[in-house]
């Protein structure tokens, strides 16, 4: 993934560099980014067997949102059974998948209004992107 993800929408994802990211996740999730974290590796494991480790970006969105990318050319078949989701997608796309369930568990258990915009800022990013719709059926 290149610094900036160049996009036709309104929302700019850029990759943090390198010498900000040890910062990063305890700014976005304070006190909880290593929940967080791990969450989002084990909603991938649980989703896909496609899944085997990997490094992952961190994405600063301009609309103030944020999540993990997966830095991965691979396509991975994603099967959710809380929702019957079965199909194939980008690594990116994956990423959003299990970064929306990631926040969204931490928000219905911290019940606070920061984690709730955060879902919401990165929901309106999925809208934009370019598998939206894919995205948007694995979270529903």
């Known amino acids: 993934?290149?610094?900036e993800v160049?996009?036709?929408?309104?929302?700019?994802?850029?990759?943090?560099?390198?010498?900000?990211?040890?910062?990063t996740?305890?700014?976005?999730?304070?006190?909880i980014f290593l929940v967080f974290e791990s969450l989002v590796y084990r909603y991938l494991e649980v989703f896909t067997d496609d899944y085997k480790g990997g490094y992952w970006e961190f994405v600063d969105l301009s609309n103030g949102g944020f999540y993990m990318s997966?830095?991965?050319?691979?396509?991975f078949y994603?099967?959710?059974?809380?929702?019957?989701?079965e199909g194939e997608m980008t690594a990116d796309a994956a990423s959003l998948v299990?970064?929306?369930?990631?926040?969204?568990?931490?928000?219905?258990?911290?019940k606070t209004d920061y984690l709730i915009?955060?879902?919401?800022?990165?929901?309106?990013?999925?809208?934009?992107?370019?598998?939206?719709?894919?995205?948007l059926c694995a979270i529903d």
């Open 6 to 23: 160049a996009s036709t929408s309104s929302i700019v994802a850029t990759v943090v560099p390198g010498h900000l990211r040890a910062a």
């Open 25 to 31: 996740l305890p700014k976005k999730f304070p006190g």
């Open 98 to 110: 299990v970064n929306m369930f990631a926040i969204g568990q931490l928000a219905n258990e911290h």
């Open 117 to 135: 915009e955060l879902y919401h800022l990165l929901r309106e990013f999925v809208g934009e992107h370019p598998e939206a719709n894919r995205i």
């Open 78 to 85: 994603l099967s959710i059974a809380s929702n019957g989701f």
């Open 1 to 3: 993934m290149s610094t």
């Open 70 to 75: 997966l830095n991965s050319n691979a396509r």
